[in-house]
């Protein structure tokens, strides 16, 4: 080895020892700043909280605060908690009460960092149309945003524009308002965000984009640790991939709800009408977006016509999409219809599962007042048929009476 070499190593060592003795430095005085906010609360550390406390954060959160930036702890109420205050309520922000205590339970570093430096990034928000009271709402739900790293957030806008083919403002105000805090990320994991769905879902890459331009918070979520607990409770009662694919593509936040309170509670309405497993896949392949509505109510409607579950699980089978139905525009007036003017009854319903998805104006009124004016007698289900051929003829034979 040459004496240039040897010298070379030798400063390369002093450098790491310096290096390492300064980390330790940095770690001891993080340590005794949270045994003194533990164990000692100074007047400073006392005049803090009782500040913080007055513009309405909690006891916990206080303390959530100092533990997680003990350097507050040698922070000065006057020099360094109020300007920042002010400068969250003041006309570039306008945050109300709520905002800045949320602003800080998130992100309580915000007190250490340079005012002047978050303008820069203002401006990138205002930019994407990111202004007013959304800006107060974005900037207090993910602070981080206010000193983000701009370059790095210039690539992800250009992502989200060429890959999500939304170069719009106002769709990119929508998109960054939803998640602003993937503007803290790398356009990769964007992209592997997309390849999950392409990958789990069986969703092309097309559709994969297109459900992120939907529902634009799937970028929000770690997908192996949120969604694929959602696609396996589908899983788990009988969804084919391609079943799910399209309750994806239709719903995407479906990949976020809660497995019991949600998914699993939207399924047992199925199961509790005695809806076998095995016709679960017929029936959501049908209506994709059953699991963004409340069908709660239209069940109990149902119900409530004189209908037994088993007739109502026959119903759903043949016909799912009277789960979407308007109670007040369609299924009260058809029904109000059915047995105050045709006289029909829950048993004569049974023999219509269709009957709710006729359009009433069009189709069930005229054949009804058709059939009166000629004084024509035929049962109910003959009368509206129209996927039955037996009960077509069976009607015109009645008619040529």
Not at 233 to 248: A, D, M, N
Not at 319 to 325: A, D, E
Not at 345 to 368: T, W
Request: net charge positive.
């Amino acid at each position: 080895m040459s004496k240039k070499q040897g010298q070379g190593q030798q400063g390369r060592r002093r450098y790491y020892s310096q290096a390492r003795k300064e980390e330790d430095r940095r770690q001891r005085k993080h340590v005794e700043r949270r045994r003194a906010v533990q164990t000692e609360p100074n007047s400073k550390l006392l005049d803090m909280l009782d500040y913080l406390r007055e513009i309405g954060l909690s006891i916990e959160d206080c303390g959530r605060v100092v533990q997680k930036r003990p350097q507050v702890v040698d922070l000065d109420v006057r020099k360094d908690i109020e300007p920042c205050l002010h400068f969250l309520a003041g006309p570039v922000f306008g945050m109300n009460e709520k905002q800045i205590a949320r602003t800080i339970r998130n992100a309580p570093q915000i007190f250490m960092k340079s005012r002047s430096s978050m303008l820069p990034r203002i401006d990138f928000l205002k930019r994407l149309g990111i202004e007013g009271p959304e800006l107060a709402n974005v900037a207090s739900s993910r602070p981080h945003v206010l000193w983000m790293d701009l370059s790095n957030a210039k690539r992800v806008v250009d992502w989200v524009k060429i890959e999500l083919e939304m170069d719009d403002k106002k769709n990119l105000a929508r998109f960054f308002s939803a998640v602003p805090q993937v503007l803290l990320e790398s356009p990769r994991r964007l992209e592997m965000t997309i390849n999950w769905f392409k990958d789990n879902v069986g969703l092309s890459e097309t559709q994969a984009k297109k459900a992120g331009e939907k529902w634009p918070y799937v970028f929000g979520y770690k997908p192996d640790s949120t969604f694929t607990s959602r696609i396996e409770c589908l899983e788990s009662y009988g969804l084919s991939k391609e079943t799910i694919g399209r309750v994806v593509e239709s719903t995407p936040k479906v990949v976020a709800m809660s497995v019991s309170a949600q998914l699993g509670k939207q399924m047992d309405v199925f199961i509790d009408l005695g809806i076998h497993e095995e016709n679960l896949d017929k029936i959501i392949s049908t209506v994709p977006t059953f699991f963004g509505t409340c069908p709660q109510a239209r069940i109990e409607f149902f119900l409530s016509t004189g209908l037994d579950k088993g007739s109502l699980a026959e119903m759903i089978e043949a016909q799912p999409g009277i789960l979407f139905l308007s109670l007040k525009a369609n299924l009260r007036p058809k029904w109000e219809y059915f047995t105050k003017v045709m006289g029909g009854s829950a048993e004569d319903l049974k023999l219509i599962p269709g009957y709710f998805v006729l359009n009433l104006e069009q189709r069930i009124m005229p054949r009804f007042a058709f059939c009166c004016s000629r004084s024509v007698s035929a049962p109910i289900k003959d009368m509206v048929s129209t996927s039955e051929k037996q009960g077509i003829r069976s009607s015109r034979r009645s008619f040529s009476r």
